[in-house]
């Protein structure tokens, strides 16, 4: 069984520019959340998606979004980029969001 | 406030030893508590899940207690290897203000020493 995928593994953005990231989950599973990790504040939660609605959301600002298809696929949008968000941003698939949560490789991300 | 910890930043043992990472929080109450094995550059690996009314788990060399009362998990690896050096995870599930939530804690970073 394939594992999660994360498109693309490295970007470099500037500041004030916007960005979206891809994941697609492994095949079945129709929970995919969204975290950002930095040596600074560690594995962070954004959001989770369930069948294609956002179900649980953490404390990030409004300018991180997301969306889940009908395929389960999602995205990750971060608009108007600050210097701070650069970070490795990881997606997990699971199940039903309930249980062990198996993780992609990472968007690494720069803004300059 | 709410906080999670996980003993200390680093911890070096001998081959063949026991390594206990111990994780702590406070003004959580968890559904369930997650252990987690990541390596340098890549993502988290699921490794052990126990629920807040389970005191043990066991699979293979791992075993992990909850201890709710005391807030806090013990993550045990026995018979300890060098490919069992990486940063283990500890990440707590909890209703938030939006559902469910998951936070993690800092990690501790594992070395076994051949």
């Known amino acids: 069984k394939a594992g999660v995928t994360q498109t693309p593994r490295y970007l470099i953005k500037t500041r004030g520019q916007q960005v979206t990231l891809s994941c697609s989950p492994i095949?079945?599973?129709?929970?995919v959340s969204w975290y950002q990790q930095t040596p600074g504040q560690g594995l962070q939660f954004l959001f989770e998606?369930?069948?294609?609605?956002?179900?649980n959301k953490g404390n990030f600002p409004g300018r991180f979004s997301g969306r889940q298809f009908s395929n389960s696929r999602s995205e990750m949008n971060v608009s108007t980029l600050e210097l701070g968000d650069s970070a490795l941003y990881l997606c997990a698939s699971s199940l039903d969001g309930n249980a062990e949560q198996y993780f992609g490789p990472g968007t690494r991300l720069t803004v300059t | 406030s709410q906080k999670i910890e996980q003993n200390s930043e680093a911890l070096n043992i001998q081959e063949g030893k026991t390594a206990t990472l111990t994780c702590n929080y406070t003004n959580y109450s968890p559904a369930y508590l997650q252990w987690y094995r990541q390596d340098p550059g890549r993502g988290p690996v699921f490794l052990l899940l126990i629920r807040e009314n389970e005191k043990e788990k066991r699979k293979e060399r791992l075993k992990v207690t909850f201890d709710t009362t005391l807030k806090q998990s013990l993550f045990h690896i026995t018979a300890s290897q060098p490919a069992d050096s990486a940063t283990y995870l500890c990440a707590l599930a909890f209703e938030g203000n939006y559902g469910q939530n998951f936070v993690f804690g800092p990690g501790t970073r594992l070395s076994v020493l051949p």
């Open positions: 998606y369930f069948s294609e609605t956002q179900r």
């Open positions: 095949s079945g599973h129709r929970s």
